[in-house]
């Protein structure tokens, strides 16, 4: 029964995520918005997770309740979100996406290391959990494509809003958490996160992350502007995910023979070539499949690997603020470092912002080095 707590978790938040991802950014072109201020409204989306998910993971820690905290905060992102309806104006809608995102993105950190406390025995089991998120991506895609196409992108909103409180809903049937944690077992957080092995694998992530902002920010303005019509950009988002789902599937296969840091190497290596692919063959539909399906190892088995990576490095006491700085330097700082130059990038030359995140998971893969092949156990 805990298994479809869990999992109805997951659909939810990542339905959402599949609604703001292909779509938002659309939405915000309709609303004229140029692609500098584009730029800035999805840097806050993301830059909010540099603050929120560790603020969240420290009370979630301090207080031993990542329920209740997550049960707050998706109440509190859903009330921050309805004054979507009343602003059109820029400052407005920076003021709503900045509150709404501080809610929501302090929600995924604690919510992984609710996932991993439940299977502890065997963390292999995350995949199979964390699938239906990737199930409730696609679903979200397909759905708000067929709605796109029949009504128009200004509907968006209001298919966002029904999402959060299918989120709101979902956290209210997880079981709390009982964990008692002794005072020989407490360590600062500090501690582990120094450890270079852990310090290199943060970085890692944030140049990863960065790889991915022009993705997140402009891959649907690029493809419409190339003549891409809605089912096919639907089609492309649905599919990376639907190959992110298989991977997340077949996860506990591929850990029998590989270790994470292997894992993490591998991804980034399909990572250079997926954006690779977007910059040297822009107008290519079925190359464009290819690199669309290489998203199971950009982020498919980066972040499988990385969740556990976090899981085994931290101590029991600092595991909330663990995956949370995981959200925060990767998906926060990391994500809104590369749309914020994205967009810049976009005014000079369109095309380029590939070959910057080609760059940037460049850089992450030779840092990739730095993570000792070790499997390491968690602290106790």
Known sequence: MQYWRLSS???????????IVPYWTLYLTSVNFNPIEIGFLASILMGTKVVSPYLFGWLSDKFQAPVSVIRITSALSLIAFSFIFITDSFIGTAL?????????????????????????????????????????????VLVLGFLTKKNGINDLPIFMTAILLLIVLSSLIVKKTTQKITHSQKKSFLHDFLKPNVFFFFITCFFLQVSHGPYYTFFSIYLTDLGYSEYQISFLW??????????????FKIQKFLDLSAIIKISLIFSMLRWLLIFLFPNNFSIIIVAQLLHAFSFGSFHAAAVQWVG????????????????????????????LMSGYIWNFDPKM????????????FLLSFFISSRQHERPS
């Open 9 to 19: 978790f997951y659909f939810a938040y990542f339905a959402m995520i599949g609604a």
């Open 312 to 339: 085994k490095s931290f101590s029991r006491n600092n595991q909330g603020q663990g995956q949370a700085f995981y959200s925060a330097i990767g998906f926060g700082a990391g994500g809104a470092i590369g749309a």
């Open 96 to 140: 709503v996406i900045a509150s709404f995102s501080f809610f929501w993105n302090g929600q995924i950190g604690q919510f992984e290391s609710i996932t991993l406390s439940n299977i502890s025995n065997d963390t292999s089991r995350y995949g199979g959990i964390r699938a239906w998120g990737s199930i409730g991506f696609i679903v979200s």
């Open 353 to 364: 912002v590939w070959f910057f995140a080609f760059s940037a998971s460049l850089l992450a």
């Open 238 to 251: 649905a599919l990376a995910v639907f190959a992110e789902l298989i991977l997340f599937l077949f996860m």
